[in-house]
């Protein structure tokens, strides 16, 4: 089920009903479900599922990745290999909860990495980062990086990816290394208070 605008592999299933943006290539073996709905310039590597979820522009899922029901991910989020989204809290296999899913807000710019895992319900604020093999149970700040199981914060990253010199709480201001922005720390939130762009 290939389109002029977007690219199917042919061992790839898309169900009809699913909804594919422009420019985006789904790769080997994915399943893209009827309610899906995947925005433009996307990239789905091997072996990915999505369910009755929201994919924004420029998203990147790395192979063996489910998004499952319930999931919304905004614009140029990075999902790096086998990290697990999950969308129910308490789960028994003898007990239905398709009624008590949780959603799950990725917001954007944020950075999963590989083998980290989402439990479901939580919010991952703008351009956060998200270790390798990180648990992540609870609220996520925009800009801090997490790490350890369960995650807590070991730092602070800048929206292009570089770690930046502060503390994780007080007040205090410090240049991305690449870009030269400025980063304001105050009262535990980081903001950007002056672009190089």
């Not at 790096?80 to 989204?85: A, L």
């Not at 710019?109 to 990180?134: H, K, P, R």
């Not at 602070?156 to 709480?169: K, Y």
Request: hydrophobic residues 35%; proline residues 6%; glycine residues 10%.
């Amino acid at each position: 089920m290939n389109s002029p605008d977007y690219y199917v592999h042919p061992s790839a299933i898309v169900d009809p009903g699913a909804k594919i943006g422009k420019g985006t290539k789904i790769w080997h073996f994915c399943h893209i479900g009827p309610e899906a709905v995947i925005g433009e310039r996307c990239s789905l590597g091997q072996n990915v599922y999505v369910g009755k979820a929201k994919l924004g522009n420029g998203v990147k899922i790395q192979n063996n990745v489910s998004v499952y029901d319930e999931v919304e991910i905004e614009d140029d989020v990075f999902c790096g290999p086998s990290m697990v989204f999950t969308n129910v809290y308490n789960p028994r296999a003898a007990i239905p909860r398709k009624d008590e899913y949780r959603k799950t807000l990725v917001k954007k710019g944020v950075t999963i990495g590989a083998n980290a895992t989402i439990v479901c319900g939580v919010t991952l604020g703008e351009y956060c980062f998200i270790g390798a093999g990180a648990v992540v149970n609870r609220d996520v700040k925009p800009y801090a990086l997490m790490v350890g199981v369960p995650a807590r914060q070991a730092g602070w990253m800048s929206s292009f990816g570089e770690r930046l010199p502060l503390p994780t709480t007080g007040s205090s201001q410090a240049v991305c290394p690449h870009t030269q922005t400025l980063y304001r720390l105050k009262s535990g939130v980081l903001e950007i208070i002056e672009s190089k762009k």
